[in-house]
């Protein structure tokens, strides 16, 4: 070789070691991030008919509430992510006067669709769950309403007396394309599961008995875990309306989440019922519990208060090796609507707004009409 090229040959070695070296650290990178998928799941629950920022006892705006303030947390928290799924917890129909006026004064017209469920459908939900209020305005003006919605309406516990089976679709395995951290795409089938309390037949004797039966959460969610599994679920998340309290277990308690977060199957618990926050300060009592990370018995739970003044947000991170999906970690946490001082920190969302205004201005006219 001639000596006198030698030292030009090294150095342009050097400088393709060294241009190729960056993009080898890239290489390996991505393959460490390859198989890793961040899934953000959103959670309503107990709206009670709180749509507008309005209240209707007051007459006059009151921003510490409704749906169309948490719409825009919900479109901030899914344009933050590649993958999130939007869910609501129950108990959205009743609660305040245009709940009242729709189902016991103008009820829904022929063709149209309640102005809830309007609202769930404009914001694509992915899945609902029934709450105990559903059925205050009987089964019939229930099954009225949810004509037109787009997206399943889930309960795994209430069964019919007539036929001895789920009155409600009990579970879904809803098939959804994931993007993983190196950009690649997954399909993941997420299982998702309903439940009430059982006291749906005293709080609402009258509209129930002898149609429905309510049976045991927990003794129903053990039933049917392995049935979603088998089907082919590679995780399962719970819209537990339902409240959260580390009393010892009895099959009837109004507040099953803590037992719920020890079936293994169960990777993630939406719950509600009790207009709570958690992760906060009222559940510190509460055994076995990571408020840090929005954990009962490690499982990530989350409960977004009421009247729409929380968004819900569990952040599951996912690994998949061999075809099997698994919870690496997770984090729940809530975002309010309004700061400390009940100032709004959202916009309102002025096409939801817009959407369901009809219903909410009648409201205020029946009202004023009312004289009240
Ligand atoms: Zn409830």
């Keep these: 070789m001639d ?8 150095i342009l070695l050097t400088l393709f070691w060294l241009s190729c070296s960056p993009s080898s650290d890239a290489v390996e990178g991505t393959a460490a991030q390859s198989g890793i998928v961040d899934l953000r799941i959103l959670e309503t629950t107990d709206l009670h008919a709180s749509l507008v920022n309005y209240d209707y006892y007051q007459t006059k705006v009151d921003n510490r509430i409704g749906l ?21 917890d129950g108990d959205h129909l009743k609660g305040n006067p245009l709940g009242e006026y729709l189902a016991r004064i103008r009820g829904i017209r022929k063709g149209k669709i309640h102005p809830v ?9 992915d899945a609902i769950a029934i709450g105990n209020h559903e059925f205050n305005y009987g089964l019939d003006f229930l099954k009225a309403a949810l004509k037109g919605l787009n997206m399943p309406v889930l309960n795994a516990n209430v069964y019919s ?4 089976k789920p009155y409600f679709t009990p579970y879904v395995i809803l098939k959804r394309k994931v993007v993983d951290r190196s950009g690649a795409q997954h399909e993941l089938k997420i ?13 609402d004797k009258a509209n129930l008995e002898g149609k429905v039966i309510a049976k045991p959460i927990v003794e129903t969610a053990k ?3 392995p049935m979603i599994k088998a089907e082919g679920a590679d995780i399962i998340i719970a819209l537990a309306h339902t409240g959260i309290s580390s009393e010892p277990y009895i099959p009837d308690t109004e507040n099953a989440v803590y037992y719920l977060t020890k079936i293994p199957e169960i990777d993630a618990i939406l719950a509600g019922h009790s207009h709570s926050v958690f992760p906060g ?32 947000i569990i952040d599951l991170q996912l690994s998949i090796t ?7 970690n997770s984090t729940s946490l809530t975002r309010p609507i309004v700061d400390e001082n009940g100032k709004s920190v959202v916009r309102t969302n002025k096409g939801l707004y817009k959407l369901v205004k009809p219903e909410h201005e009648e409201t205020v006219d029946f009202i004023k009409k009312l004289g009240l």
Excluded at 68 to 88: C, G, M, P, Q, Y
Aim: hydrophobic share 40%; no cysteine.
């Design 322 to 328: 061999e075809g099997k999906w698994k919870v690496l």
């Design 117 to 125: 469920y309007r609202a769930f459908n404009y914001l694509q939900y």
């Design 3 to 10: 000596k006198k090229r030698l030292p030009f040959i090294l």
């Design 281 to 312: 300060p009222v559940f510190k009592t509460i055994a076995n519990t990571n408020m840090e990370r929005g954990q009962i018995n490690g499982k990530p739970v989350v409960m977004a208060g009421a009247f729409g003044n929380h968004l819900g």
């Design 68 to 88: 169309v303030k948490t719409a825009t947390l919900i479109h901030e928290a899914r344009n933050e992510v590649k993958n999130s799924l939007l869910f609501d």
């Design 191 to 203: 299982g998702v599961i309903g439940f009430m309390p059982t006291q749906i037949l005293k709080w």
């Design 223 to 225: 039933e049917y875990v």
């Design 161 to 164: 007396v007539k036929k001895n």
